[in-house]
């Protein structure tokens, strides 16, 4: 009788904020449903992927994108047998199951094994996802998930809440409840939810009331941290913190992180990240130096200090295989968004090196071996640039760069040579009348005068703005203004003027100002403004469904109060065009 349970569909702008928040690669593995042939084909990572592409293990976690079938009971039996380190199944995207009789089963073994389960940031679940999620022996989630039930129909049944409740229908699903400890009045609310063809998603308090999870996930959950995402125990034993890029062929783009990184520090390295290899139509295609950033392992290396990186490279992390294509990055020169270091550059003795060492990897493990045509003119620019002195390095610096030689046998000297390009078309320097080794375009104008090869390269290869998401500092003040426009008062604004997409942490009563740019703003627990500025197509992000907010149009301005206490809070919305919740994006003339 067991028939399927199944729904998912993104809309448009949802689209763009996955792609915002985690980049196009992992947009495709988070964008399945039933009627698309796209989840089971997907997932074709290397040796770490089962080879049906339902599970994909990083440590003792494995992640799990697309729909049950029949097979489900096998899939889990081989990926435990494969993997007896797994403790955690990660639905990231599990839309509902062709086979609930399987599912079932496979939910008591799941159960069995005492696994846990977990929604990840952005995760979704529905229908026989849901069913298989409440199998977890311990159940943790983000706060920014979906879990989606509706009625079952088939089998000569037009929906199940059609049926009386004493029916045999009902029975396995109420025996299978039962088995796990969850009360049957979440069957029974299941199937008045929504009927069969639709999709009920649940509220804060529903999930609550029925007992979905067990608890929150904590922040290095949230950052789909492991303690064990290597084999390699130098690895293993060093970094407590592990996230990563998904390569344009579906493999891992490791960042590892030591306990003294925070998860927000995390978060910008991979946005960074993100950024360089996000396709941009007319610009050159990342496709190729992405992959071979996925084939070779690269690995970005978070330590707190340049010390411990040494030592760590002199020592057991120097003799592992990830180290062949690795670079490091230290927390003092990470520098978040509205933090202290971010928004007064100019008076501290450090510098926010995420672009350059972010690039360093982009560039030495995927461009320099995958485009040998870029990166010849990359060298040849490098050279142009060191003769006309547009760049100016110390000779110090000069001799020991070229003393350098890569595994693809090109001296540092280009490597650093873009990163100080890249960093003044981005206007990290724009404060300064000098950038990274005494490069002077520090702002795009000067750019054009002293080093038209270096723009134009750049404008080849990268857009105008960055394309990635920005978590803003919760130590941004409350009743400050985050400003995504150039101001000659805000030293910082040289940069944030080229951001897109920025969303306030913490608690404070901070506001955005957005800029020209189609921007997708989220505001934090506080009470915010959020202004997009110019733009047809601005966007305020929400963490709830839109039926637990009260939206009202007062003076102009757009009230969104969040009825669940701690998460949303009470924002003031000017020149935005759409509200995005996470169950449904609404145009506000339509509100
Ligand atoms: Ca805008
Ligand atoms: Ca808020």
Not at 285 to 312: I, R, Y
Not at 334 to 359: C, H, K, P, Q, W
């Amino acid at each position: 009788m067991m028939t399927s349970k199944n729904q998912y569909l993104y809309s448009g702008i949802y689209t763009a904020i996955l792609a915002a928040t985690f980049g196009a690669s992992l947009l495709l593995s988070a964008c399945g449903g039933s009627s698309s042939s796209g989840n089971k084909n997907q997932n074709t990572n290397g040796s770490q992927q089962q080879s049906d592409g339902l599970f994909a293990v990083r440590g003792d976690w494995a992640i799990m994108n697309g729909e049950i079938t029949s097979k489900i009971v096998e899939q889990l039996n081989t990926l435990v047998k494969n993997n007896p380190q797994v403790k955690t199944i990660v639905m990231a995207n599990v839309p509902g199951s062709s086979d609930d009789e399987m599912n079932l089963k496979a939910g008591l073994r799941l159960r069995e094994l005492g696994l846990n389960t977990y929604l990840p940031p952005g995760g979704e679940i529905a229908s026989g996802g849901v069913d298989l999620f409440l199998a977890g022996k311990e159940r943790f989630a983000a706060q920014d998930v979906l879990v989606g039930v509706h009625s079952w129909a088939g089998d000569g049944v037009s929906d199940a809440s059609t049926l009386p409740r004493d029916h045999a229908f009902h029975k396995p699903y109420l025996d299978y409840y039962k088995a796990l400890g969850i009360n049957e009045d979440f069957y029974w609310y299941t199937i008045e939810a929504a009927n069969a063809e639709n999709i009920h998603w649940m509220t804060a308090s529903e999930r609550v009331q029925y007992g979905i999870v067990t608890r929150a996930a904590s922040n290095k959950e949230l950052n789909m941290i492991a303690s064990t995402a290597s084999s390699e125990a130098a690895i293993n034993g060093m970094f407590s913190q592990y996230t990563w890029v998904t390569s344009s062929n579906n493999k891992p783009i490791h960042i590892f992180a030591v306990d003294q990184v925070s998860p927000l520090q995390m978060a910008k390295a991979r946005a960074v990240m993100t950024h360089y290899l996000t396709n941009v139509e007319g610009l050159q295609s990342k496709n190729a130096m992405s992959a071979k950033l996925g084939d070779n392992q690269a690995s970005l290396f978070m330590f707190a200090t340049p010390e411990d990186s040494e030592a760590a490279f002199e020592g057991s992390l120097g003799q592992t295989t990830l180290a062949q294509h690795g670079q490091d990055l230290y927390a003092s020169e990470v520098f978040v968004e509205g933090s202290n270091g971010y928004l007064n550059r100019s008076t501290i003795d450090a510098r926010d090196a995420t672009y350059e060492e972010v690039l360093h990897l982009v560039q030495g493990h995927g461009l320099a071996p995958a485009e040998r045509t870029l990166q010849e003119r990359i060298v040849t620019i490098a050279n142009q640039a060191l003769a006309d002195k547009s760049w100016n390095p110390s000779q110090e610096d000069v001799n020991e760069w070229q003393a350098e030689t890569d595994q693809n046998g090109y001296t540092s000297l280009n490597y650093e040579y873009l990163a100080a390009a890249v960093e003044g078309f981005y206007g990290i320097w724009g404060y300064s009348d000098a950038g990274l080794d005494g490069y002077l375009g520090t702002n795009r104008t000067v750019q054009q005068q002293k080093d038209p090869a270096g723009l134009a390269l750049i404008q080849d290869i990268w857009p105008s703005h960055i394309t990635t998401m920005m978590p803003i500092s919760a130590d941004f003040a409350a009743g400050a203004t985050f400003s995504l426009q150039y101001d000659a008062g805000l030293e910082y604004s040289s940069q944030s003027q080229y951001l897109s997409h920025v969303r306030l942490t913490g608690s404070n009563d901070s506001h955005i100002l957005g800029n020209g740019q189609n921007n997708i703003l989220q505001g934090n627990s506080g009470d915010n403004r959020i202004d997009g500025a110019a733009g047809d197509q601005d966007v305020a992000m929400f963490a709830g469904l839109k039926s637990e907010y009260q939206i009202y149009q007062q003076d102009g301005a757009w009230h969104v109060v969040d009825s669940v206490a701690d998460r949303d809070g009470h924002d003031v919305l000017s020149n935005i065009e759409v509200l995005a919740f996470s169950d449904q994006a609404v145009d506000v003339n339509d509100l």
